[in-house]
């Protein structure tokens, strides 16, 4: 994988326990692969998703400021 990747997990997400972001960031990292992992505390799955009760707009905010930065960077 030549893409840089970034993962903005939400601390409060029973599918993506920390366990296995940790394990997701190392495989990745001893790929060789450029990536930054981040975990939003307060952040529940689906907080970027407005339509949802998940929802949170400053964690949302936060994520798609690095989005974009990523994006600014690679594309």
Known sequence: MTAELYFAHADDDPSMPQEQVSRLEKALADAGVEL???V???AHHDYTQ???AAYNPA???RHWTELLAL???AL
């Open 71 to 73: 994006f600014a960077r």
């Open 59 to 61: 964690t949302a905010e």
């Open 50 to 52: 407005s339509d949802t």
């Open 36 to 38: 930054r992992c981040e």
């Open 40 to 42: 939003y505390e307060g």
